[in-house]
T-cell receptor
Framework: DQQVKQNSPSLSVQEGRISILNCDYT??????FLWYKKYPAEGPTFLIS?????DKNEDGRFTVFLNKSAKHLSLHIVPSQPGDSAVYFC???????????????FGQGTILTVHP | DTEVTQTPKHLVMGMTNKKSLKCEQH?????MYWYKQKAKKPPELMFV???????INESVPSRFSPECPNSSLLNLHLHALQPEDSALYLC???????????????FGDGTRLSIL
């Protein structure tokens, strides 16, 4: 049972345009969401996160939107740059305490390609 | 450069060998994690250590034995592995409890393990 889903295996955008990566989740206990970027032969790099008490978080070119009622989050990258080409994973966790503390559940990833 | 360092970067071992993977961080983080990632799949949690104590074991076979000798180090001892255990093994760390706010996990670049 996939609790975090990224339904688009790949996305291709032109440099300078907006990239929108989507993620859906099913577990209503998730209250903290993260986006990671992964280059080949490297570990995932943390990009941005959002707590369930917010609906938007912004950091430079990266903005994450959370729609709790739809159990949906998205990552907007604007403007997109060729160096953004990588695999993007969304991840979720269910609280900072309790038996599931620290467990991140990842989506399958979306390959983003930004063309010059 | 990642602040979580994993050694070795690559490891090839036979099914009867005993080896160890090592992970080190000097960010003062008190939670450390082991993940396993198969090709074209997301990372899957194996173990969580919080304040040097094992807090989550995701039903991992006993041929994988984690150890946390101090707050900066995390080891994964391997013995009698199977070919299907070939994967990328990722270590991560985060600030950990008793902080209440959610915190991102920061990953190392992983050890690529091949079982012959």
């Amino acid at each position: 049972d996939q609790q975090v889903k990224q339904n688009s295996p790949s996305l291709s955008v032109q440099e300078g345009r907006i990239s929108i990566l989507n993620c859906d989740y099913t577990n209503s206990m998730f209250d903290y969401f993260l986006w990671y970027k992964k280059y080949p032969a490297e570990g995932p790099t943390f990009l941005i996160s959002i707590s369930s008490i917010k609906d938007k978080n912004e950091d430079g070119r990266f903005t994450v939107f959370l729609n709790k009622s739809a159990k949906h989050l998205s990552l907007h990258i604007v403007p997109s740059q060729p160096g953004d080409s990588a695999v993007y994973f969304c991840a979720a966790s269910a609280g900072a305490g309790g038996t599931s503390y620290g467990k991140l559940t990842f989506g399958q990833g979306t390959i983003l390609t930004v063309h010059p | 450069d990642t602040e979580v360092t994993q050694t070795p970067k690559h490891l090839v071992m036979g099914m009867t060998n005993k080896k160890s993977l090592k992970c080190e961080q000097h960010m003062g983080h008190r939670a450390m994690y082991w993940y396993k990632q198969k090709a074209k799949k997301p990372p899957e949690l194996m173990f969580v250590y919080s304040y040097e104590k094992l807090s989550i074991n995701e039903s991992v076979p006993s041929r994988f034995s984690p150890e946390c000798p101090n707050s900066s180090l995390l080891n994964l001892h391997l013995h009698a592995l199977q070919p299907e255990d070939s994967a990328l093994y990722l270590c991560a760390s985060s600030r950990g409890q008793p902080l209440i706010v959610n915190q991102p996990q920061h990953f190392g670049d992983g050890t690529r393990l091949s079982i012959l």
